[in-house]
């Protein structure tokens, strides 16, 4: 829902939960006084530099492999128009509102700190068009992270002129100058360096990121109730959760997924029922080893957290506007740092699918699900039962393995060479977003298999949070009597773990 009291924005403070808030709440946003005041004299130093005539490169020169080429007083306006229009050569399938909210949100944020020489009337533009629900058509592709995210950045900026579509409120597709018109707002005329300043950074392939890694969190902590499910469901030991064992190797992941696990399992009396004569001596490594499967996940992702969450308040224009009156070109936009982020997050989602799908394995398996019906089902060879929900699992797990591969270590030198090393940060944003969605899909069918399994295990009852998950399965899925369509199981059981019913810590 909506919060009323809008989120102030200064360049300082933004938060991975404001990012969710704006993207997904549509929480009011406002441009902070203090960052209005820095702006104006980041844009006084632009001012004085045009007067001048001095040489600056983007302002008063052209860009990339042109930036040899110096720009008259009576272009400059055309340099910026002409920039943000011919960078907007995105191309593939368009990005979901809530992403674009939060690019919209970033690129806001980044101007409000001072450092791009641009107007207020920039970000509050943007803050405005947040505000009544209107975001551009932004594109997947097209993007190497370096000099940032610049075709889809380019996409944002054209239509704060006036130019391209937006999507309204209402559910509309509008030519941007109309929309705006629509919601009391008017387009912007650029001024030198203002082009430039809406292009260059890493906020769309941030805002994927900051997004991401929230789903990230929220899936390591419903693989715990899924295989705490599952463990209970084949009757395993939590011995192997034992604190002294994760203690031993000092592994922080680790230990708190031991610990989460320990919790999720305690008093069960399904686990009393066979402690004692139980011949088997341990169990497999998808049950006995997820905490030091799980542990690594949790690593990653608070890596990741700390680095994208710096990433929200970073400076990442070309070149920099500091109070001295001193104007500086570096490399602040180069997506390297998250790109990384990025890759590692996506290894590590897909060691949490692909041990969620070998625990899903032996709760169907009759060779291995010890003594659970063939497949989960009551009338085996008659009914397939879950046997196809395995084998989409495997198909998951097996695509999140090839989608692992990390963009960030690949190259393809770009304009004209000038930008001879670059990132690929958007690869690894829409990478990432595919294995989060593929993980999701993966722990649903392991929370459908395991409730199933401990249906079968009736009238033995397991601890109080595994039961609480069990019931919350059967909210969304009665269990499976006779063969039926799975499909729109899995897919409500995936909204379900989206709306953090099975988040337990």
């Known amino acids: 829902m909506t919060q009323s009291r809008p989120l102030e924005i200064d360049g300082n403070s933004l938060t991975l939960a404001d990012v969710h808030d704006v993207a997904f709440g549509r929480r009011p946003v406002a441009l902070a006084a203090a960052a209005r005041t820095r702006m104006?004299?980041?844009?006084?130093?632009?001012?004085?530099?045009?007067?001048?005539?001095?040489?600056?490169?983007?302002?008063?020169?052209?860009?990339?492999?042109?930036?040899?080429?110096?720009?008259?007083?009576?272009?400059?306006?055309?340099?910026?128009?002409?920039?943000?229009?011919?960078?907007?050569?995105?191309?593939?399938?368009?990005?979901?509102?809530?992403?674009?909210?939060?690019?919209?949100?970033l690129r806001a944020n980044v101007m409000a700190k001072g450092f791009s020489g641009a107007r207020p009337d920039l970000p509050e533009l943007v803050c405005a068009m947040l505000n009544a629900g209107l975001w551009p058509v932004v594109r997947e592709q097209g993007s190497v992270g370096a000099s940032g995210d610049l075709a889809p950045l380019a996409a944002l900026a054209v239509t704060l002129i006036g130019e391209a579509l937006l999507h309204t409120a209402d559910g509309r597709l509008l030519p941007s100058g109309d929309a705006l018109m629509a919601a009391g707002l008017h387009p912007v005329t650029l001024g030198p360096k203002e082009g430039i300043t809406l292009i260059n950074g890493t906020q769309t392939h941030t805002g994927i990121a900051a997004l991401a890694v929230a789903d990230a969190r929220l899936l390591w902590q419903t693989a715990h109730a899924a295989g705490a499910m599952s463990l209970e469901a084949l009757m395993g030991t939590p011995t192997a959760f034992d604190e002294r064992i994760h203690d031993a190797r000092g592994q922080i992941g680790q230990s708190e997924s031991a610990a989460l696990l320990r919790t999720i399992l305690a008093d069960s009396p399904l686990r009393e029922s066979h402690r004692n004569n139980d011949p088997r001596v341990q169990d497999a490594y998808a049950l006995r080893c997820m905490p030091q499967v799980h542990g690594p996940v949790l690593d990653a992702i608070q890596f990741a957290e700390g680095l994208i969450g710096r990433e929200l308040n970073a400076a990442t224009d070309n070149p920099l506007v500091f109070d001295n009156?001193?104007?500086?070109?570096?490399?602040?936009?180069?997506?390297q740092a998250v790109a990384m982020a990025l890759d590692v997050l996506a290894i590590a989602m897909t060691n949490l699918a692909t041990i969620a799908e070998r625990r899903i394995d032996r709760l169907v398996h009759p060779d291995l699900n010890e003594g659970l019906p063939p497949f989960l089902s009551a009338t085996a060879?008659?009914?397939?039962?879950?046997?196809?929900?395995?084998?989409?699992?495997?198909?998951?797990?097996?695509?999140?393995?090839?989608?692992?591969?990390?963009?960030?270590?690949?190259?393809?030198?770009?304009?004209?060479?000038?930008?001879?090393?670059?990132?690929?940060?958007?690869?690894?944003?829409?990478?990432?977003?595919?294995?989060?969605?593929?993980?999701?899909?993966?722990?649903?069918?392991?929370?459908?298999?395991?409730?199933?399994?401990?249906?079968?295990?009736r009238p033995l009852r397991s601890s109080v949070t595994v039961e609480r998950a069990h019931d919350a399965v059967r909210r969304v899925v009665s269990p499976l009597v006779e063969d039926r369509i799975l499909t729109p199981d899995i897919l409500a059981l995936a909204d379900a773990i989206q709306r953090r019913e099975f988040a337990v810590s």
Not at 91 to 104: D, F, I
Not at 325 to 334: A, D, I, P
């Open 325 to 335: 009156g001193e104007m500086l070109s570096g490399g602040n936009f180069h997506g």
């Open 40 to 105: 104006l004299a980041s844009r006084a130093v632009v001012a004085d530099i045009v007067e001048r005539n001095a040489v600056v490169y983007g302002v008063t020169t052209g860009f990339g492999k042109l930036s040899n080429i110096s720009i008259p007083q009576d272009k400059l306006a055309a340099l910026q128009v002409n920039l943000v229009r011919s960078h907007a050569a995105g191309v593939g399938p368009e990005l979901p509102e809530h992403e674009v909210r939060a690019m919209m949100l």
């Open 381 to 457: 060879g008659v009914s397939s039962g879950f046997m196809m929900a395995q084998v989409s699992a495997a198909a998951l797990a097996s695509e999140c393995k090839v989608l692992s591969h990390p963009a960030s270590v690949d190259t393809i030198p770009t304009d004209g060479s000038k930008e001879d090393v670059v990132p690929m940060a958007m690869g690894a944003a829409w990478k990432l977003r595919r294995i989060i969605g593929n993980v999701r899909n993966v722990l649903a069918i392991e929370l459908m298999c395991a409730a199933q399994g401990l249906d079968c295990r």
